[in-house]
């Protein structure tokens, strides 16, 4: 008869918690990395495409079209600068917004604003624009941020009126030194609690219909441009918040030759008819190679790049060579890259850089800064 053998079970258990903890955040962190380059691609792309769409549009705004036909083209642009923020909201995600000036003729912007913003009201209620006389000329402006805080201002005026009532926007220069500009309604005011708590993040007081940000997101805006906003009650009912921004006036570059590098055919023909409808003579390449080859011209007084350039060299290079070699050109580059991209980090620290999409008042700011206080 056999001995039994030895009886039991053995078992070895190994914790695999942090491991499986660590392999999660792994594949977690390769998630966010795949749709930050996703984000980061489209936003390339759609950048690319309201720059055309801009560009576009500034042909056809010196038409002779109609009223009708101007007022739609003003409603595209607008569209289509909305659609721009919309872009660096996303890109804020990863990076700090800057502020993004450009000259803007306040009574066209205004117009503009009162044409976008007039279907989210009811029929009961109107929205009033005035500008007052001394403004019609350009002005340095972020109109992007300008058109986010009264267009939010307008909203809100909106919602605590109800179905009807009256917004009124109104703008006056103080002691040129100063834009002041003011959106009042017609509804019941702000309450104690809200005059003190306005521009709190996350204050609201729309009982749950709200975020909270709007307000804020405002006070922010206005603050980075070096601003200040003020909410009150009017004497006769209702609510008044006042923004004051610095009065600067846009400058006008003088004209030029500029060596445009672009390798998209339709953006460097936008870009182009901007140009030149600002005065400027241009002369064009695709490349970076292409580039060097026309940069011997004595006569080129500015050079203006994309980053992204077909070939071995970026437009980034392409300015660094310049540079060196001492190139009396001023030296710019443009980009649709998001804020948060290295490429672009590297290409702000050392040149002027605008960012995509632009019209043609942001490139007459972008090529005439504002002259130092």
């Not at 002779?64 to 739609?72: I, K, Y």
């Not at 805080?149 to 179905?163: H, V």
């Not at 991209?341 to 019209?359: I, M, S, T």
Request: some cysteine; proline content about 6%; aromatic content about 4%.
């Amino acid at each position: 008869m056999a001995r039994p053998g030895p009886r039991g079970v053995y078992i070895l258990s190994t914790d695999i918690t942090e491991e499986a903890q660590a392999r999660a955040a792994l594949a977690q962190t390769r998630k966010r990395e795949l749709a930050a380059q996703l984000t980061s691609g489209l936003a390339h792309d759609f950048s690319n495409l309201l720059t055309i769409i801009l560009g576009l549009q500034d042909r056809l705004a010196r038409l002779p079209l109609g009223p009708q036909a101007q007022e739609m083209v003003g409603a595209t642009v607008a569209a289509a600068r909305r659609g721009g923020r919309l872009l660096d909201r996303l890109a804020a995600i990863s990076g700090p917004r800057a502020l993004r000036p450009g000259a803007v003729v306040l009574p066209v912007f205004l117009d503009e604003l009162r044409t976008l913003a007039t279907p989210s009201l009811p029929a009961g209620m109107t929205l009033r624009v005035v500008c007052e006389a001394g403004l019609e000329r350009p002005l340095l402006l972020d109109p992007g941020a300008l058109q986010d805080s009264l267009i939010n201002l307008i909203l809100n005026a909106r919602d605590a009126m109800g179905a009807q009532g009256a917004i009124t926007l109104a703008a006056r220069a103080v002691r040129d030194t100063w834009l002041e500009i003011g959106v009042t309604d017609t509804g019941p005011g702000f309450s104690a609690d809200a005059l003190g708590h306005a521009f709190d993040p996350f204050f609201t007081t729309k009982a749950g219909a709200g975020s909270g940000l709007g307000l804020a997101m405002v006070f922010d805006q206005t603050q980075l441009a070096g601003g200040t906003v003020r909410a009150a009650n009017c004497p006769e009912g209702g609510a008044r918040v006042t923004l004051r921004l610095p009065l600067r006036p846009a400058r006008t570059a003088p004209a030029r030759l500029i060596l445009l590098v672009e390798d998209s055919d339709e953006i460097r023909a936008g870009v182009r008819e901007m140009l030149v409808a600002l005065g400027h003579s241009v002369i064009e390449a695709t490349s970076a190679e292409e580039a060097l080859q026309l940069a011997g011209m004595p006569e080129i007084d500015l050079v203006l790049s994309d980053i992204n350039l077909p070939g071995g060299h970026t437009g980034l290079a392409l300015a660094e060579r310049l540079r060196a070699a001492g190139h009396r050109a001023d030296l710019r580059l443009m980009t649709s890259l998001p804020p948060g991209d290295a490429l672009r980090a590297r290409a702000a620290a050392q040149f002027a850089l605008l960012a995509k999409p632009f019209g043609a008042a942001e490139l007459a700011a972008f090529l005439a800064p504002v002259e130092a206080a």
